[in-house]
């Protein structure tokens, strides 16, 4: 009785410790839950990069293994390729060894007799060495030929010479230039004036100049001829479907058009592409390859996508038309241009002219 008196007692106070202990195990179960999330999800995400990991380096192993094999493969075939060709270089060395021998015995035997050969090289050198003595003797004899024609010659010319000084040659009262009073024997120029005989003068022939007047088809050889005009040749226009003098010449003599080919490279779209392609690489946003999740990298900034941080947003689905134009959402105000410019000769197809003479 005095316990059940003694719990009734304390009654009152029982409901308050009990609210306050139920609050606090709430208050606890709250912290442990959200201690055990934490530790679910830190054991989890451990585990996700531990197995990529693992993922990784199999993928790894597998990559090593099929890139030797195919590395193997690939030499095994160059070694076939090369032991194929250096085989068949050994038999065409062969080959042209056989046929030099062979082609040597029967050219030796059947085309080219060597005795009769030998005999008629040495008959050969035997008229090489006659007509080498005949040579040698014309050329001699030209030689002594020569030798005379230039004595002649210089005789000639001292006889001429002795025939144009004659009135040196001296006399019973004077002694000549050539025959002085000191020298023991006269000069040979003496003897040839002596045996010479003088030019005869002869009174010369006064030619007779022509004027303008004697002849009426003489002329004046101070001025030159002249001539005539030819009369006009009459400029009608001739006959039949002919097109102006005037037209033809500007078409004949029109500037020079180059064409596709000069105008333009034959390589131009391949250096606009890889001009496209260089441009892609220096201006790519994000270039970053796939990396593990590891602790290592977790300090590294997170790259955003090209939608979430531009001003080219994704498009919603709903609207009335899928690919509407959003211009508040260009960037610049220009319109897209081309990468090669125009060429001014397609410019001008079909500007030809056609019989009549008219641009199409």
């Not at 042209?96 to 050969?124: C, P, T």
């Not at 002594?144 to 009262?173: G, N």
């Not at 001025?223 to 030819?230: A, C, D, G, K």
Request: with cysteine; hydrophobic share 30%; charged share 30%.
């Amino acid at each position: 009785m005095a316990t059940l008196a003694r719990l009734q007692g304390r009654r009152p106070g029982l409901r308050e410790e009990y609210f306050h202990r139920n609050r606090a195990v709430d208050e606890y179960r709250k912290t442990e839950h959200n201690a055990a999330v934490q530790i679910q999800s830190w054991f989890r995400g451990c585990r996700v990069r531990a197995y990529i990991r693992y993922l990784n380096k199999m993928m790894i192993i597998i990559q090593k293994w099929w890139r030797g094999y195919q590395g193997r493969k690939r030499f095994r075939k160059i070694v076939q390729t090369a032991y194929f060709i250096m085989k068949m270089n050994f038999y065409n060395e062969m080959a042209v060894r056989i046929q030099k021998r062979w082609r040597g015995y029967y050219i030796r035997k059947y085309i080219h007799n060597y005795y009769a050969l030998k005999k008629y090289l040495e008959a050969i050198s035997v008229n090489n060495e006659i007509v080498r003595k005949e040579l040698e003797e014309f050329a001699e004899m030209k030689e002594k030929e020569k030798e005379k024609k230039d004595l002649e010659r210089e005789e000639k010319k001292k006889d001429h010479q002795a025939r144009k000084m004659h009135y040196l040659l001296s006399t019973e009262q004077i002694a000549g230039v050539y025959n002085s009073p000191f020298r023991h024997s006269p000069d040979p120029m003496e003897v040839r004036l002596r045996k010479a005989r003088p030019f005869s003068h002869r009174p010369q022939q006064i030619k007779k100049h022509l004027t303008r007047f004697d002849s009426p088809n003489c002329i004046n050889s101070l001025t030159f001829p002249t001539v005539q005009p030819l009369p006009p040749i009459g400029r009608q226009k001739p006959q039949g479907p002919f097109r102006d003098t005037a037209e033809v010449l500007q078409q004949r003599f029109k500037p020079l058009e180059p064409t596709l080919r000069v105008a333009s490279s034959i390589n131009s779209l391949e250096k606009a592409r890889e001009e496209i392609k260089r441009e892609e690489w220096r201006n790519r946003i994000n270039d970053n390859e796939f990396l593990p999740f590891s602790s290592c990298h977790k300090n590294q900034k997170y790259d955003p996508l090209i939608h979430t941080s531009s001003k080219y947003s994704q498009i919603t689905y709903g609207i009335k038309h899928f690919r509407e134009e959003h211009h508040e959402k260009w960037i610049t105000n220009k319109d897209f241009e081309t990468v090669l410019p125009s060429i001014d000769l397609f410019d001008k197809f079909g500007q030809t002219y056609s019989k009549a003479g008219q641009i199409v």
